[in-house]
């Protein structure tokens, strides 16, 4: 089976979460070839073309547009049998990109997969499948939090608290984290805002912190989260995507409120949990939930098959 994934990418490069997916697909033996699209309107509209003729000449049994915009471009090019992923972001930022989407899933696209419940019924596509993202256990495991804060050179007598998060993304919600972190008022604690760093680095920094924070104001299914829970890392977060499901009753992982004070009384709970407890049964959780990326890979394999049929 040859599929052709296609989605677009501010930094030049096909973003990590799209690209774990598609490598999890090429272990599970699916040929994956990747299509980049230039952001900005100009670089959707050109690529129109592009992507027609690289569909007819690459031989493609199908292909998986990743996001919204990528999904309208590859139907537009003409692409079929097409699946689209509708992955959060453009589900939750505006009205006229749902509105969009719900026409394209009834009329262009042959399969229409969301990461949770709460994206399927905002966008009111009845039909679509729920396929969360999935996360790569091999990479994302447990080390001893003294080799990874050697690793990185962190303090081993600090407690430390991850803020993973490109800048300059306001729907991440930073300042909540530095008010919470400022409420709790610890001078043991220390917040490391993360960003810029490569995903194959990611699995040492969750091994060294003692907590993750999101506090996100919306989110559909958060790889960050589930990476995080491999490694056995306590998380407190706010109640976005499908985290409450996610998380179910397992020890260790805090839903809060958005205000500071309540943000900074969860994380207090984390805290004493790192340090009477210590780290988590979050993979094993994983594990069960079948959100290992090889579990994922069967799933899309399972509907790629159905598409060609």
């Not at 296609?6 to 774990?20: A, E, H, L, Y």
């Not at 592009?50 to 919204?68: E, M």
């Not at 090019?77 to 509105?99: E, H, I, N, Q, Y």
């Amino acid at each position: 089976m040859k599929v052709l994934f296609i989605s677009s990418g501010k930094s030049g490069k096909v973003g990590d979460v799209v690209k774990n997916q598609g490598e999890s697909l090429k272990a599970a033996g699916v040929d994956i070839d990747y299509y980049l699209i230039k952001p900005g309107f100009l670089g959707y509209l050109s690529s129109i073309p592009k992507i027609r003729r690289t569909y007819r000449r690459g031989n493609y049994d199908l292909v998986h547009a990743h996001y919204s915009l990528s999904g309208f471009t590859a139907a537009f090019a003409g692409c079929k049998p097409l699946v689209v992923s509708l992955m959060g972001s453009d589900t939750f930022m505006s009205k006229w990109l749902r509105l969009l989407a719900r026409f394209f899933y009834r009329y262009k696209w042959d399969v229409t997969i969301v990461k949770t419940q709460q994206m399927k019924e905002l966008v009111n596509i009845t039909k679509a499948h729920i396929i969360p993202n999935g996360v790569d256990i091999k990479r994302f495991k447990p080390e001893p939090k003294t080799g990874a804060r050697k690793y990185l050179n962190y303090p081993e007598d600090k407690k430390l608290i991850l803020f993973i998060s490109i800048p300059n993304r306001p729907e991440k919600n930073p300042e909540l984290a530095e008010k919470a972190i400022k409420a709790l008022n610890n001078n043991e604690v220390e917040l490391k805002h993360i960003y810029n760093v490569p995903n194959s680095e990611i699995p040492h920094y969750l091994n060294a912190a003692d907590i993750l924070l999101l506090t996100s104001k919306w989110e559909g299914s958060v790889n960050l989260v589930k990476e995080a829970m491999a490694c056995k890392c306590p998380v407190v977060a706010t109640d976005v995507g499908d985290l409450k499901w996610l998380f179910g009753d397992e020890p260790g992982y805090y839903i809060a409120g958005f205000s500071p004070e309540d943000f900074a009384k969860q994380i207090k709970s984390a805290l004493d949990f790192s340090k009477n407890i210590g780290r988590t049964k979050g993979r094993e959780r994983i594990i069960a939930l079948e959100l290992d990326s090889s579990m994922v890979a069967q799933k899309i394999i399972s509907i790629y098959r159905k598409v060609l049929k």
